[in-house]
């Protein structure tokens, strides 16, 4: 086993080089850029997510503004930097680091994120670390109970339909089950806003924010359901889809398990079927599902949110990159980019390890070629 976690470990290196190095590519070739947000703002053409430049950009306005009106285009590969100074130019690529190649400005990033050096942000007066902690609440509390509201109601879902195989309640809620994996998260919460929050119906719940104005000024039970009137709405539209998978592999998972031999011996001992079903089945139907709660969380915490906390206007991570991307800010773009893929990557080897730890039958370093 060590030597599996060695070689995992090893393999993380060159995956994590070809994400960044993918990434890296694309956004070469993608139109924009961080100098041209600032010459956009300049010319006061900024269609961008957040309308100010603070930090980096915004030492440049002055400067830019004062050239603007120098006589002549000057040329420029830039869109909209005709009647800029060449030299304004020149120091906005120094700013951002576009005056050295990209194979070098690729290589120093590496070298710099191998020492968790992320530095700031082009566009905010902060540290890329201290941005990621500052909006990581709100993704960790819609991923938590995301994950945690979607298990409560997928294992006790999914255990009745095992017994109910065949019933009419198990094909019913197999439907309704499709058709929630089937309607995007994203669409169903613009739904709940038309329906609850003022869209053109009910005005019950509000549309941003995770906390009211006068939290602070709010008793301790006044905040908590404060909190959780916040979190209705983003956390119905997460879980509709989420608890699709874990049910339906709770429900194979028992009926694998029912079918076995050792049920029909504890059956014939005269256990009755909820003795049978939670004293025998139960521990051994639940191992996979159990081991997979690392990863679930992951994927809630680091994909789910991305479009509900924009549409819910969350500040937290998802809105983040949202932000990052649109706005040009590739300071934050590819160190989030990173953080996550690590964790990800990380997260996945553990869920291996949860597997080999609840099961010692699973030994994933004899199916090493």
Known sequence: MGAYILRRLLLIVPTLVGIMAINFI???????????????????????????????????????ADTAGDAGAVGSRYRGAQ????AFIKELER????DKPPLERFAVMLWNYARFDFGQSYFRDISVIDLVIEKMPVSISLGLWMTFISYAISIPLGIRKAVKDGSRFDVWTSAVIVVGYAIPGFLFAVLLIVLFAGGSFLDWFPLRGLTSENWHQLSWPERILDYFWHLALPLTAMVLSAFATVTLLTKNSFLDEIRKQYVQTARAKGLNERQVLYGHVFRNAMLI???????AFISSFFAGSLLIETIFSLDGLGLLGFEAVI??????????LYIFSLMGLL???????????????????????
């Open 26 to 64: 694309i956004i070469q070739f993608a139109p924009g850029g961080p100098v041209e947000r600032v010459i956009a703002q300049l010319q006061g053409t900024d269609v961008s997510a957040t309308a100010r430049i603070s930090g980096g950009g915004g030492d440049f306005a002055g400067s830019g």
């Open 83 to 86: 009647g800029l100074d060449p």
């Open 327 to 336: 706005n040009r800010d590739y300071a934050v773009v590819f160190a989030t």
């Open 347 to 369: 997260v996945n080897l553990i869920s291996d390890l949860t597997y080999t730890w609840i099961d010692p039958r699973i030994d994933f370093e004899s199916r090493e070629v």
């Open 289 to 295: 599902v159990i081991a997979g709660f690392p990863g």
């Open 95 to 98: 700013q951002f680091g576009f």
